[in-house]
């Protein structure tokens, strides 16, 4: 299970609230100003339920639990956790957490205390508040957050986490004079780490440096929805994300992208779930002061600054508190404390605390989208061309030769109309309406126009509008906010091109599109002419696949040597899974070499659009090193540029997903993300040249062979290619029941309950041993193609127990005939259960983390499920539904 406290907050997208704005709450004042309300109080109707104020003389071990640990808090932090009286102590009221120098020697260079309540008390809904006094100086990592009591949706994130309060490197200035002053409310939930998801809220508060001074750090917590707080300023809010649904009652968008978590369904399949999960259960509290790590080392100053911790430095607390709403209900409702306003968009209102949070978009798997042609050259006899109100008939024109057949729409008068096209009857269309629901995440609706006469109104501006239902839903855009983001040129052909998503997030519901509109602003578009052509939705759910080379070469993709005078030859390499490969030299002169489509014979077309799936897609290569560069200290590099260089992206071998660099005489493989690609700036949808190569000037002597060069989207495979059916009712093909050590014979056999047929039977006797599935000599399954949501998954129901009452139950899987291996206990699985006797369980096992485990996920050839070695004497057992598989 991946330590709950790992952080990526390079990539969090925080806005600070700088001015001071109203407070309201149950029973308050709504133009009271939150600078005059008494912070040791909260708003009306709150109810004390539980709380520390530190009045005595020591920590209160009824309260509150001390982990004692060197773990680094999984962050790389720099102190152990100990429950010394030097490191938290109550003295005057208050409770002090001391982070210090270690001892001469210590496993790490400081120490610190972390304070839980766990199995203590936990809560669900509420107000929970803290008033304190936080550390400051570079590495400095003060946290006020909540765990789940309770895994009940999975390992971390998937039941969640709440961070009240953090902040890092106070009163840190950097070179221009500012001073640290952040603190940082954030949830972190989703899918299993490290696909994991997080949002959150910067705030700097008009109030005071938190360092300087003791300040209240709350959240108000009720289902769907958690506010956080600093002196009763309401700074951020999330909520569960918001699906919309179609006439056949499936979520096809989502009306507010919020938290999300992932459950499995009862066929074993993991699925999205858009509720007030996983924030519906019992959380804990947690006070610690963590000294460096990755946030705060890599921010501000960098690093830590000794002198900051020489004496000791101390985050205060002077009460922890919790509230439940008296007059509210089990939903924690009926006692918020807010403001007109707050349920905005942070970033689309002044007083809005909104945060837009990562749930993904619902795909409807559906073959109902198609693409729609509603007007090229001939009309689609299901929609016309239309004018809503001025009274004209579009026309078809002839333009120049690369347009032919065009519509010409007129608008005579300022009285006011749209044009377009419409399904509707009523406009001449056959009222079939169109479904793009199932193309939601990928789909795009264009059209071309050419402006022949502008509008004579200098201040008109051009829209496009999109419509569904007889108008139930619409959406509106400038055509400036196309993915082309221009403006009409009068003269001139353009496109504009709308994504589905964009529409869906505006408002439409995709699943009954009837109107589609392109017009100069209401009442102002007099004296406009304008053409239109080329006007298409466009789903873009191809399984768009580049094979730039693969036992031969793509003509349109030759290999190529940039700058050296050498020709890349084809070589037959003595590897059975690489036989005709390409081999590229480099020698004295600097260069680069690789695979380039512009100087083929049509270089135009040879351009690859990989847009559609950028998500999941992935550039991937076999490489094998014959002779290494002369210069050891050489860097093997990647390089992969788009439309003529206008964005290109160069990697070191080691930041590939691999992350290894090439060792001579073997086949490696290496691959690259589309989607981090793109994130680091490559436009995807114009990829043209491809390398691979020592780098600039180091390369000399290096010669290497290339197979396997493609970019695809390996969760596209087919389910025949990446699935394995281990045993379901027989065990696979190529594949036998197995007893490792102990000569027994695993029998299939029919289970007691109906629905399970014929099961694997295992049974271990006096002879040390391990049990499973063993694939036969040189069979192995490849996985890596559903690497990123797939899992192992098996149901197993024990008859009798091992004699030894301790023995602890194992899950283990081989690959490449023991190269790698992972083994784990049974528990900790994604159901975190252990077996019970007469009873059947699911046990499944993410290959994401089996891969960070160390597994190679290409070549697995033994799964082993068992007591520990050595202790399974007496253990019978049933085995059924176990699979290799993905969603």
């Known amino acids: 299970m991946k330590n709950p406290r790992i952080k990526y907050l390079a990539g969090l997208v925080f806005s600070s609230l700088l001015a001071a704005t109203s407070l309201s709450g149950c029973g308050s004042d709504p133009d009271t100003n939150y600078k005059e309300i008494d912070v040791s109080q909260p708003t009306d109707d709150w109810s004390l339920v539980w709380s520390d104020e530190f009045d005595g003389n020591s920590i209160d071990d009824d309260k509150w639990n001390h982990e004692v640990n060197c773990e680094g808090g999984g962050n790389n932090e720099k102190q152990c956790y100990t429950d010394s009286a030097e490191n938290s102590y109550v003295a005057d009221g208050y409770l002090h957490i001391v982070a210090q120098p270690a001892e001469d020697g210590a496993e790490l260079p400081y120490t610190s205390a972390r304070l839980t309540t766990q199995n203590i008390a936990d809560w669900k809904y509420g107000r929970i508040e803290m008033r304190a006094k936080a550390p400051y100086g570079q590495g400095s990592w003060p946290a006020f957050w909540m765990m789940p009591s309770d895994s009940v949706y999975g390992g971390w994130p998937r039941s969640g986490e709440i961070d009240i309060f953090e902040a890092v490197n106070l009163k840190v200035s950097d070179d221009e004079g500012n001073v640290e002053s952040s603190i940082y409310g954030t949830l972190h939930y989703g899918q299993a780490w490290p696909d994991n998801s997080h949002t959150g809220a910067e705030y700097v508060s008009p109030n005071g440096n938190p360092a300087d001074d003791f300040h209240t750090y709350a959240i108000e917590w009720q289902e769907g929805e958690i506010r956080w707080y600093m002196d009763n300023y309401l700074y951020a809010t999330q909520r569960a994300s ?184 009523d406009a001449g269309g056959a009222q079939e309406m169109y479904d793009g629901t199932a193309a939601e995440a990928t789909g795009t609706f264009s059209f071309d126009m050419k402006v022949v006469d502008a509008p004579t109104d200098a201040e008109a501006t051009w829209s496009f509008k999109v419509e569904s239902n007889n108008a139930d839903t619409a959406a509106a855009f400038s055509l400036n906010e196309s993915a082309e983001g221009l403006d009409p040129v009068v003269g001139q052909w353009q496109t504009y091109t709308f994504s589905y998503q964009q529409m869906s997030e505006a408002g439409l ?295 030894d009452s301790s023995a602890a139950w194992k899950f283990k899987i081989e690959s490449g005939d023991a190269a790698t291996a992972v083994e784990l206990d049974l528990n900790a699985s994604v159901e975190g259960a252990d077996p019970a006797d007469g009873v059947w369980q699911t046990y499944t096992f993410m290959l994401s983390d089996l891969l960070s485990a160390g597994l190679d996920v290409a070549n697995i050839d033994v799964v082993m499920i068992f007591p520990a070695w050595g202790s399974g004497e007496g253990a019978k057992f049933q085995i059924d539904n176990a699979v290799i598989a993905n969603d």
């Open 509 to 803: 519901d995709l699943s009954a599109i009837d109107v589609v509109m392109v017009y100069p602003s209401w009442g102002k578009g007099a004296d406009a002419v304008y053409r239109i052509d080329n006007v298409e939705f466009n789903t873009n759910m191809g399984s768009a696949e580049l094979i730039i080379y693969e036992e031969e070469e793509n003509a349109a993709w030759p290999a190529w040597d940039c700058c050296g005078g050498t020709t890349p030859n084809q070589e037959v390499d003595d590897d059975a899974d690489h036989n005709n490969t390409i081999e590229f030299t480099i020698g004295e002169t600097a260069t680069v070499v690789g695979f380039n489509s512009k100087i083929s014979d049509d270089p135009d077309t040879a351009k690859f659009d990989a847009s559609s799936i950028v998500d999941e897609g992935v550039v991937t290569f076999d490489i094998k090193v014959i002779d290494a560069p002369l210069d050891s200290s050489a860097v093997w590099t990647f390089k992969i540029e788009s439309n003529d260089a206008d964005s290109a992206v160069e990697l070191a071998f080691t930041e590939s997903a691999e992350g290894v660099v090439p060792e001579t005489g073997e086949w490696q493989t290496y691959t690259f993300p589309l989607a981090s690609l793109a994130d680091l700036g490559l436009d995807v949808s114009a990829i043209d040249v491809i390398m691979v190569f020592p780098n600039w000037g180091a390369g000399n002597g290096a010669v290497f062979r290339i197979d396997n060069m493609k970019i695809y989207d390996p969760t596209a495979s087919s389910p025949s290619s990446s699935t394995l059916d281990l045993f379901v009712d027989t065990v696979a093909d190529s594949w036998t029941t197995w007893d490792c050590c102990a000569g027994s014979t695993p029998a299939e056999v029919e289970a007691d309950e109906a629905e399970y047929g014929t099961v694997a039977q295992f049974e271990i006797g006096s002879t040390s041993t391990v049990v499973g599935f063993l694939a036969d000599d040189g069979v192995y399954f490849d996985a890596s193609s559903i690497v990123s949501d797939g899992y192992v998954q098996f149901e197993m129901k024990v008859l009798s127990m091992p004699i």
């Open 242 to 425: 918001e699906p919309a649904y179609n006439a056949d009652g499936e979520a096809y968008t989502l009306k507010h992208r919020g938290w999300f978590t992932q459950q499995y369904n009862p066929d074993g399949e993991l699925e999205t779930v858009w509720d007030a999960s996983p924030f519906d259960q019992e959380f804990y509290l947690i006070l610690n002061f963590a000294v460096g790590g990755d946030w705060p080392e890599y921010t501000n100053d960098t690093g830590i600054d000794e002198a900051a911790f020489a004496e000791g430095q101390s985050y205060i607390i002077d009460y922890v508190r919790v509230y439940e709403c008296a007059s509210g209900t089990d939903l924690g409702t009926g006692c918020e404390t807010i403001r007109a306003g707050y349920d905005q968009y942070e970033d689309e209102s002044d007083v809005g605390s909104l945060q837009v949070g990562e749930a993904p978009y619902p795909v409807i798997e559906s073959d109902e989208a198609e693409d729609l042609v509603v007007w090229a050259d001939s009309s689609y006899t299901d929609w016309s061309p239309w004018d809503c109100c001025g009274g004209t008939v579009p026309t078809v024109e002839i333009d120049d030769d690369a347009y032919g057949e065009v519509i010409e729409f007129v608008i005579n008068n300022n009285d006011g109309t749209v044009m377009g096209f419409s399904a509707r009857s």
